[in-house]
């Protein structure tokens, strides 16, 4: 509904000529707005008001409403009417305009007469009036239009709507001028259908009481938009010009349908008049049919109206509040959805029927009271089980609708027992109160708690039913969202556990790495890096991205993860590696390819290897001065293809320096040609920065502020920091058993000179146990021994023989077997690897705290 402006303008000007309100937009009708007090005087008099009936505002203000407004069957002597048949929409059988004023109604009634007016014409008028409940002084509102102008551009028998607002039967848009109105003291009668729209004055009794009241006077309003309205209106002193907003106004409140002796009643009656010739009112007889029609396409309408506002989005949490603001004010004036622990959690569930142990979580909840009077005592985020004996308990057992009329003080009370030292009674007591649950595919998700206040009346047959349909729907769609949550949970924890968790610091080089997932097609995909630990404080650092998206290119990239960590392992050189995984994935399958960059980083000897296998180019940042550039490589083919050969660079660096490696994800642009990308790189990876965190964030940030990424993005960076060569001790042994002793001495030397006396004995030992095997397995060739002080004290022994040592269980008559135990037990980690001349072995301690 589009509540429109209430303008000033003399009779027969703007309304009435054609150049008016209508004349500035087609389909808008202007309504005359007037407000009627308990007392039944008038305590609010629009313009529109002026410009239908004639009457000054100063002239109407206080007078008895029933002298001035068409609002009772009575007709006088002075007017030809139309008996079109006054009704009450929503209200039971009895329901009299008569009362509509002097004893309030409980529902909104209608009518519709023509009037004698000054000119030559006769006013054909369509009035509505709408209880105000609540503590303030106004009673009534009623609005009143020219029946002409309603049908002048519409169809015959459609209803009127205000200012553009839809009709609420059929959905179309009408539109006309209201001629000037009558001359004073005419009295009007009887309706047919509403679509109310005034604008909020202040200058008239009881503004602000009205004001706090716009919720109940303009359904569909949230509590949101009558607090800024008030606030503008009553605080700052700005009034409301226009408020729009496209809503429905219902037909037939709360789809109240007469019932069955009623209508016949009603029947009763008209016989009754024909037979004493009197004449009998045009569709009397039928309003019942009608009204009932109305309400089950009212209530088909709602439903389709609440079908299109949910699940315009898969996430679980916005989905939840659109299925809660769905349905207030217009089906309920509160609704509190909870849904069971696992859903909200984004996990699987046992799909029995809940027990008294099953926890549920409150996610949202809307109403129509004043801001804040639920959030202390029923709070969102809220987890609580409920016992047996309760309404919500049943609902979420028998998976069907519970209805609750009025919520009696012993049924308050036994509710409110839930809640720990919280009183939930006033606001629960009185109302009427239906649970519905959601549930989907057999299965509860949870339940949604709606109550009306104590004024609306209660919910019935119908609205369960309609609650039931409501809730089914709203079940689907909170089953789809939790099902993409589900899916793409466990497609964050897959992704995760293939991707490996670094140390920022190795051995010479500080690291940081950033993953971002796809965000078009999926959140699993193939990019990947890795950073291993090989022999002689190196360290391998690796980025790879197997072509495709998914589960398949997930599933692909974590076996070549896999095969590379193994390969590297062995320490194969760079080129030697990518044609051994290029076979692998040949014998894998030919369905994927991937491309891969591989480097060893040498902190002794400042100096990369590296191999391409068609992978975007790294970058190197220069510390000396601050110039980045991309390094030339052979590019290579892509991994899978099979028979290319691979070729390897060494590149020398400097401490300080910055190696950068990233996917294409992160320098493909769409439409553009991936050398803007690469440039970019490279600019951002020069940013100076102060960590390794932050310069990883600067190049996100300059080459992820586009719009519609759809690959994933793996980025290592890694800071060379090297070794320095005084903290680099070697020793060539000649094979023999005496060089045993002699590397025992040098060793305790040097860690005399490096201050670590405190590691002297230990590493005397271990080098040792080391030493002796190797001399014993040399074949008589040289034995070189080294110790690297980093951020660990790291002992090697090479020598020429190609078996690797296995760790035994030494039996106590054994005289051989213990050494490696002895290592594996003092050292903090130790290991083997082949060479091209033979064979590794070293183990690390940690360098005492000073």
């Known amino acids: 509904m589009d509540r429109g402006t209430d303008r000033d303008a003399p009779p027969g000007h703007g309304a009435g000529d054609g150049t008016g309100i209508a004349g500035a937009g087609a389909g808008r009708i202007p309504l005359a707005v007037v407000v009627v007090g308990r007392e039944g005087l008038v305590s609010h008099w629009s313009t529109g008001a002026r410009r239908l009936f004639g009457l000054a505002r100063d002239d109407a203000i206080g007078r008895p409403a029933t002298d001035l407004l068409p609002v009772s069957g009575a007709l006088t002597d002075d007017r030809e009417t139309a008996p079109y048949g006054t009704y009450a929409v929503g209200g039971g059988p009895g329901a009299d305009p008569e009362l509509s004023l002097d004893q309030g109604p409980s529902c ?63 959905g179309r848009e009408t539109g006309a001028h209201a001629p000037c109105g009558p001359a004073p003291g005419h009295r009007i009668g009887p309706v047919e259908r509403i679509a109310p729209g005034f604008a909020l004055h202040t200058d008239f009794p009881g503004a602000e009481d009205l004001a706090r009241r716009l919720p109940e006077i303009l359904p569909g309003m949230s509590v949101d938009e009558s607090a800024r309205i008030v606030a503008q209106v009553l605080e700052l002193g700005y009034p409301v010009l226009e408020f729009s ?78 299925v809660s603001r769905a349905v207030v004010p217009r089906f309920t004036d509160v609704a509190g959805t909870y849904l069971r622990e696992q859903v909200v959690a984004g996990e699987g569930f046992d799909e029995g029927v809940p027990d008294t142990t099953t926890m549920w979580h409150r996610v949202a909840l809307e109403h129509t009271d004043e801001p804040g009077r639920w959030d202390d005592v029923v709070p969102v985020g809220e987890a609580m089980p409920f016992p047996a004996h309760t309404p ?79 809730a089914a729907r709203a079940g689907l769609v909170l089953d789809n969202a ?61 980025v790879g991205d197997v072509m495709g998206h998914g589960l398949n290119s997930a599933a692909m990239m974590g076996q070549l993860r896999t095969a590379v960590q193994t390969m590297a392992g062995l320490d194969l050189p760079p080129a030697q590696l990518l044609r051994t995984l290029d076979g692998l994935a040949r014998r894998l399958g030919d369905t994927y390819l991937a491309t891969c960059l591989y480097a060893v980083y040498d902190p002794i000897a400042s100096e990369l290897h590296l191999a391409n296998a068609g992978h975007v180019p790294p970058v190197l940042v220069r510390a000396a001065d601050g110039r980045s550039e991309l390094l030339d490589l052979p590019t290579g083919a892509p991994i899978g293809v099979g028979g290319v050969p691979f070729e390897a660079v060494r590149v020398r660096v400097e401490p300080g320096d910055r190696l950068v490696m990233c996917t ?102 271990l080098v040792s146990e080391v030493v002796t095997n190797a001399v014993r397995h040399c074949h008589d060739r040289p034995v070189d021994l080294r110790l690297v002080r980093g951020d660990t ?47 590794t072995v070293w183990f690390e301690l940690t360098l005492p705290r000073r």
């Open 482 to 542: 939790r099902m993409y949550t589900y899916q793409e949970n466990v497609a964050e924890t897959l992704q995760d556990s293939m991707l490996p968790h670094i140390p920022p610091r190795m051995a010479g080089c500080d690291i940081a790495t950033r993953y971002l997932p796809g965000t078009l097609l999926g959140r699993v995909g193939g990019d990947w890096f890795d950073a291993v630990k090989l022999p002689g404080a190196r360290t391998a650092l690796v």
């Open 664 to 765: 294409d994800g992160l320098v493909e642009i769409r439409g553009q040609d991936i050398g803007v990308g690469l440039a970019t790189l490279c600019a951002s990876a020069a940013h100076p920065a102060a960590s390794m965190d932050d310069a990883c964030d600067t190049i996100v940030r300059a080459l992820n502020t586009r719009g519609g990424r759809r690959d994933d993005v793996a980025l290592l960076m890694a800071r060379l920091g090297g070794i320095e060569p005084d903290h680099v001790a070697e020793w060539r042994l000649a094979p023999g058993p005496a060089e045993v002793g002699r590397a025992r001495a040098a060793v305790r030397e040097q860690l005399h000179a490096w201050g670590l006396d405190r590691l002297a004995d230990t590493a005397g030992l």
């Open 793 to 839: 004290l790291l002992c090697e022994v090479d020598d020429a023989d190609h078996d690797l040592p296995t760790l035994l269980d030494a039996r106590p008559t054994d005289e051989s077997g213990r050494g490696l135990r002895v290592v594996s037990t003092l050292a903090r980690e130790w290991g083997t690897s082949r060479t091209n001349t033979g064979k």
């Open 245 to 322: 907003r496209n809503d429905r106004v219902p037909v037939t409140p709360d789809w109240g349908v007469p019932r069955r002796a009623e209508r016949r009643a009603r029947r009763e009656r008209a016989a009754r008049a024909a037979a004493a010739g009197e004449p009998v009112p045009e569709g009397l007889p039928d309003d019942g049919e009608d009204l009932e029609y109305a309400a089950v396409r009212e209530r088909l309408e709602f439903l389709n109206e609440v079908s299109s506002r949910i699940g315009t989005s898969l996430d679980l949490a916005r989905t939840v509040v659109e």
């Open 392 to 470: 919500f308990f049943q609902c979420m057992t028998t998976g069907e609708p519970v209805l609750v009329p009025r919520i009696t003080e012993e049924a308050g009370h036994a509710i409110a027992s839930q809640f720990d030292k919280r009183d939930i009674r006033p606001l629960i007591t009185g109302r009427s109160m239906l649970v519905v649950p959601l549930k989907a595919r057999n299965a509860v998700l949870g339940f949604m708690i709606l109550l009306r206040h104590p004024e609306r009346p209660v919910f019935n047959d119908m609205d369960r039913v309609t609650g039931a349909e409501l």
């Open 108 to 170: 909104p009634t209608a009518g519709r007469a023509r009037l004698a007016g000054a000119g030559p014409g006769r006013l054909d008028v369509l009035w509505w009036a709408y209880p105000l409940v609540g503590p303030g002084r106004e009673r009534l509102l009623v609005l009143a239009a020219d029946a002409a102008a309603v049908h002048t551009d519409g169809p015959t028998g459609s209803g009127p709507t205000a200012y553009g607002a839809e009709d609420a039967a059929t």
